[in-house]
């Protein structure tokens, strides 16, 4: 499975200069990279809420067309998916092959849900009557607020989807009888990379929703 | 060392590849197929470096184009597009097609070899990372035959320059072009140094210590962070970009909201790390040659490694003194201003280690040195003019004159070309086993020198005099011409010296007539040196025990207690993993990804609508994740190889 154990003896852990596997030290170095990835989203994102805060020459209200509910409810549901997440790493380090399947299915599944929320919010953020946002305008009217929300929570969104498919990778594979905790660094990666993508929402959505009924 | 002592066997039953389907090409694979599944980082880098070359040439004749069109006032040789279009690709091939790839071929060859590594972390990912360049390479140069020709908005592509609405030439397609193959390369850039740093971090010898790396190991740790750090920031600006020319959102957009300015932030705050970027390396294989050719230890060794890393850190906290004409305000200009000119210091501490160095050593006046001492010397007139930049009301004199041509050229060739043919003319006898011919190395430096000089100093004065850059023609009487003529002769030199130079390395490896090198032609002090001329498939037959900084060089004249040790070969020898085709695959997918997003486009001609047609994108893409797919679930695989004690 592994390029790492190409360096070694195949049928053993590859001994490294830290005692860190290969696999989760690229990890944390892709994590580092995507932090600026979001980093950047986000910054234009905030630039510009202060810059552009009319539109048509009125304040622009944002509140009028978020459903801070429905947000509420899949952030909540995203989170929860990481205990999911935890408990499934776990699973596969004790050599559980029944509670890892189960515990991969629960992430996957709300993981979807989170999606779902999202593909839902966005078709009704673009057919709001009379509140549409678009990429390209507010109410008919020009505007970057589009633009940068969507872009930025559709990466994020993005993230949750490539995560989703790289989980439902490791579902079946468990299902091929040869799992084992041998692929334990591997679901760990794979763990790492949903808790960032979950931590990221966790700056999303104070900084992009939040913050739209508090200032 | 004859290859027939090596004792061949079959892969034992673990190491069976777990899908056998497509197995792996194997140990025996010969001709292209080799070159096209290797994942060896020697071969790697040599591809890596031959491609850069080619595009070397590339650049270079865009550039003689350029010199032509400017060597008279109210000249014809290109039109006013065409010129654009010249300094356009110009700048992105020099950048991104060569500076950095011929850094990432030494980080390929030489990086594994200095910390006694049998291959880098990932191997798959780093030929996933070399057919990702060539992709990104050929997209941007399909742009010439396509609507609009090659991009023509600068290598910074300003918006709005790239404004579909101001477009010159309807649905021009070059920004399009520059802004998926920027892409492609970003993403080759951050797979290889993703794997540059967990290989240096995590697959060090045993004994090799962080502080015992060699320093152009460490610049190829510190250029892996800035790269994985910088180009997010470029890949989410190009995808805004894309965004706004594709599906008509706002960001860059000033007609609808958008601010122009925050495209160049996000460029900068990419462009400038991406400087260091591109010289860091350089400095590397400076420091590497410099001790070698004045047989004495690297003086200040950890402060050359501190200064890299603090160059580092501060480069991302100087990006905004590319905009002090923008007008940012008083406080951020005179913050990026005094920061820049802390920049000098570490760039200043180097530059005396250098020195200290030479001081008092047995310097010999080989190739690589003198272009090491080319670099020394050049790179400071290139800094000089960087600093005298950081201050603002000098800056605003200067900005958009030939003047800040001069400097980064001087920058970019005097300090990192420079740089990097000192590399190659060190480590190519590595590469090839044979000694390349040091009357015609010192042709080409004179060469190079003397036309590099004669181009970019006379630069300095036109640009004080007032001379635009990126402008295509001058007017008489501003006395322009004569200076620009010498530009002009001098660039010829240059381009001859750079062109006899690529012809030496390129045939190094054919060439009957070159003396074989042997393990440590130069008396070199690092680890590659103990290894046999050209290196064999393994690198090292037994890992090495690393006692000491300049590990070769102690071993020939240090006391005991220092030489290495070697670890003793496992029963079952050397394992070597098996080539794979779908990193290629992989590639090639994406390449299909890139090619169908550019073309999903077109125009109904009776309604006038825009009908998107995804097919081939989506097709491209399914090639890539079928790719990656198979490459997770190939296995291992491989062979055992039983080298003697002697053959490394």
């Known amino acids: 499975m592994s390029e790492a154990s190409a360096h070694a003896l195949d049928h053993h852990e590859p001994v490294t200069s830290t005692g860190i596997h290969n696999k989760k030290v690229l990890m944390w170095a892709f994590l580092g990279s995507d932090c600026m990835f979001f980093g950047t989203l986000i910054s234009t994102h905030l630039i510009y809420r202060k810059i552009s805060a009319t539109v048509g020459g009125n304040f622009l209200d944002i509140r009028d067309v978020f459903d801070i509910e429905l947000t509420s409810f899949s952030t909540f549901i995203l989170l929860a998916s990481s205990l999911f997440m935890a408990l499934a790493v776990s699973a596969i380090h004790k050599g559980n092959l029944t509670s890892t399947r189960w515990m991969l299915f629960g992430t996957i599944i709300f993981g979807a849900i989170f999606l779902a929320c999202q593909v839902y919010e966005f078709t009704h953020f673009v057919h709001a009557p009379g509140n549409e946002l678009t990429l390209s305008s507010y109410r008919g009217e020009p505007h970057v607020f589009g633009s940068t929300f969507y872009v930025l929570t559709g990466t994020h969104g993005t993230h949750v989807a490539i995560g989703v498919f790289w989980l439902l990778g490791w579902l079946a594979y468990s299902f091929t009888g040869k799992m084992s905790t041998a692929d334990a660094m591997d679901v760990e990666c794979c763990g790492l990379y949903w808790h960032f993508v979950d931590i990221v929402w966790i700056i999303i959505f104070p900084v992009i929703y939040l913050m739209e009924y508090a200032f | ?308 890393a603090i160059i580092g850190f501060m480069g991302f906290a100087v990006w905004s003194h590319h905009m002090f004409t923008t007008g940012m305000g008083i406080v951020a200009t005179s913050a990026f201003s005094i920061l820049t000119m802390l920049i000098a210091i570490p760039t200043g501490i180097k530059i005396f280690n250098w020195i200290g160095t030479m001081w008092g050593g047995r310097i010999r006046f080989e190739t690589p040195m003198l272009f090491a001492l080319g670099f020394i010397t050049m790179f400071m007139v290139g800094g000089f003019t960087g600093i005298m930049h950081s201050s603002v009301p000098i800056d605003a004199q200067h900005q958009d004159s030939y003047f800040v041509v001069a400097h980064f050229h001087y920058v970019l060739i005097g300090g990192a070309l420079f740089g990097l043919f000192a590399g190659f003319y060190f480590w190519l006898p590595k590469l090839s086993g044979k000694m390349l011919n040091e009357k015609l190395g010192k042709f080409v430096f004179t060469l190079m020198f003397i036309g590099f000089n004669l181009t970019f100093f006379p630069m300095h004065y036109l640009g004080m005099i007032g001379q635009p850059r990126r402008t295509h023609s001058y007017n008489e009487g501003h006395g322009f011409e004569t200076w620009n003529q010498i530009a002009t002769i001098g660039a010829f030199i240059l381009g001859v010296g750079i062109a006899i130079g690529v012809y030496q390395f390129v045939t190094a490896a054919f060439n009957k007539k070159l003396k074989p090198a042997g393990k440590n032609p130069w008396d070199a002090r690092t680890l590659e040196w103990t290894l046999s001329s050209p290196v064999k498939e393994y690198n090292f037959a037994r890992t090495p025990i690393i006692k000491s900084r300049d590990q070769a060089w102690e071993n020939n004249y240090g006391p005991k207690e220092n030489h290495s040790d070697k670890e003793p070969l496992d029963d079952h020898g050397v394992h070597m993993p098996d080539r794979s085709w779908y990193p290629l695959v992989t590639a090639l997918g994406i390449f299909g990804l890139v090619l169908g997003m550019l073309f999903h486009q077109s125009v109904d001609l009776n309604t006038g609508e825009i009908i998107r047609d995804y097919t081939y994108a989506i097709a491209g893409g399914v090639v890539a994740i079928i790719g990656i797919i198979m490459w997770s679930i190939e296995g291992p695989a491989g062979y055992h190889l039983f080298p003697k004690e002697s053959e490394e």
């Open chain 2, 1 to 308: 060392m004859a290859t027939e002592s090596i004792k061949y066997v079959t892969p034992d039953s673990d190491t069976k590849i777990e899908t056998k389907a497509f197995p792996r090409p194997g140990q025996h694979t010969k001709g292209i197929v080799n070159w096209l599944t290797t994942i060896d980082h020697k071969k790697i880098g040599i591809m890596y470096g031959v491609a850069a070359l080619f595009f070397l040439i590339i650049g270079g004749i865009e550039a003689l184009l350029i010199r032509s069109q400017l060597w008279d006032h109210n000249m014809d040789v290109l039109t006013n597009r065409q010129y654009n279009q010249m300094f356009t690709m110009h700048g992105t091939t020099m950048v991104f097609l060569v500076i950095m790839p011929l850094s990432a071929a030494f980080f390929n060859f030489i990086m594994p070899l200095q910390i006694g590594a049998r291959d880098v972390a990932f191997p798959r990912m780093n030929t996933l990372s070399l057919w990702c360049f060539i992709a990104g390479g050929i997209t941007l140069n399909l742009s010439w035959f396509f609507t609009g020709g090659s991009p023509a908005i600068g290598w910074f592509g300003y918006a709005p320059l790239t404004d579909t609405r101001f477009a010159e030439v309807l649905g021009d397609m070059g920004p399009d072009f520059w802004i998926f193959s920027l892409q492609i390369l970003g993403l080759a850039s951050l797979l290889a140094s993703f794997n540059f740093i967990t290989t240096i971090i995590n697959m060090r010898a045993p004994g090799m210590t962080m502080m015992r790396l060699p320093v152009f190991t460490w610049m190829t740790l510190i250029v892996s962070f800035l790269i994985i750090l910088a180009f997010p920031a470029i890949t989410i600006a190009l995808v805004e970009l894309m965004f706004d020319r594709t599906y008509g959102t706002n960001f860059y957009d000033f007609l609808e909201g958008g601010k122009p300015h925050l495209w160049q932030h996000l460029f900068w705050i990419f462009g400038h790390p991406e400087v260091y970027i591109l010289i860091l390396p350089a400095m590397g294989i400076v420091s590497e040659i410099i001790p070698v050719f004045s047989r004495k230890p690297l003086f200040g060794y950890g402060l050359i490694i501190f200064s890299g």
